[in-house]
């Protein structure tokens, strides 16, 4: 027997539920396909917190911030606790990139302002700065494991079904609805369909989509940044991103990032640069080489940190050769993949672009769909519903 729906969304990490709650909010008949429990840790959603980090230059970021930012709220003004916490954020390092999201930040009006060593050094008396630092009053973490609890919530509370514990076995779009067939936590395998679906899976993207959509390259690699203590409990921290020039990151490996995660001491990690995995086979564990790089960072960078401390977490970036999003529609397939290691942040601006393409309103922005990939886009891919 088989189940008749208006959407399916497959994955149910940030970027699925953020689209159900969205496509639900709408009317719409969305039934949710999840391998996993909530908060497990095989993915990319899960843990305490996330930089809520504005410093970008390119407007179709910032843009997609913006709208984010004002749907987080809306989204908190549901629950009875926050979603984020606006300690602000420092951006430092590579002159340049500072400087071009300095200059781009003002032009929108936000809320910034360029420091000093010694002025950084006088507010955060834990982190150790160089040239320019960037001051984003309005960024600092996003509480991620909180955050779905509330995706959750609301979009149950609009009408989603959402199943967990069932694997998705196939995809056929090739008739006028299209047919998942899944494996529920029976183990009986059955068909659900509907007008369209969106698969938003994070690791798992490119095999559900291989012969369905003509996706670009998708690294997917198990990432490793760790918690440390701070020395004095009372230093307040802000987020941070560390950019090194390209020089430097010959050396380094990678950007660093991180903030405060109330509980747990101060997350640093080093930017994509995890060891590829198969994500149904992963080590949970970082090669010596990132964790050294990591304590040395630490060492170097944070004097209000104990180096020796850190307790590391596991997670999976899935990145494309740009370290853009894809978000496009292919026929009644609507397609969320590549996050990057920096998707979090925009969710629930991501949930609206994708429902606007499941219920063809619109396409994805330019910058983000196939196309902009190198990639071809099968006929099919209009706003239209075909």
Known sequence: MGTQTDHIIVG??????????????????????????????????HGS????????HEEFYLDLF???????????????????GLHGLVTQGDETVVLAAHDALVARGADVALLTPAEASEHWAGMRFAGPVLLSRQAGIGYAARALDALEAAAVSAGVTIERHARVRGIDPST???????????????????EGAIVAAGAWSKPLLAGLVELPELTVTEEHPAHFTPRDPAVLWPSFNHMF?????????????????PGEGVKVGLHAVGHVVDPDQR?????????????????????????????????????????RFVLDRVGRLTVAAGFSGHGYKFAPAIGRILADSATGVALPPEEFRLPAHGTGTPEGSSPEQP
């Open 176 to 194: 006028e609805r299209v047919r998942i067939e899944v494996e529920g936590a029976d183990g009986a395998v059955r068909t659900v369909d509907a």
């Open 66 to 84: 913006d709208e984010a930012f004002a749907l987080w709220r809306e989204l908190e003004a549901g629950v009875s606790f926050p979603l984020l």
């Open 283 to 323: 080590t949970f564990a970082a090669t010596p080489e990132v964790r050294a790089a990591v304590r040395e960072h630490v060492a170097e960078w944070f004097p209000g940190l104990d180096p020796d401390t850190g307790v590391e977490i596991s997670c999976t970036y899935t990145s494309t050769p740009s370290g």
């Open 245 to 261: 020039t390209p020089a430097e990151l010959d050396v380094r490996g990678g950007n660093v990032y991180g903030m405060p995660s």
């Open 49 to 56: 917190t996330r930089n809520i980090n504005n410093a970008y």
């Open 12 to 45: 149910g990490g940030i970027m699925g539920l953020s689209a159900a709650w969205q496509l639900a909010e709408r009317g719409a008949r969305v039934h949710l396909i999840e391998q996993f429990d909530p908060h497990h840790a095989r993915g990319a959603s």
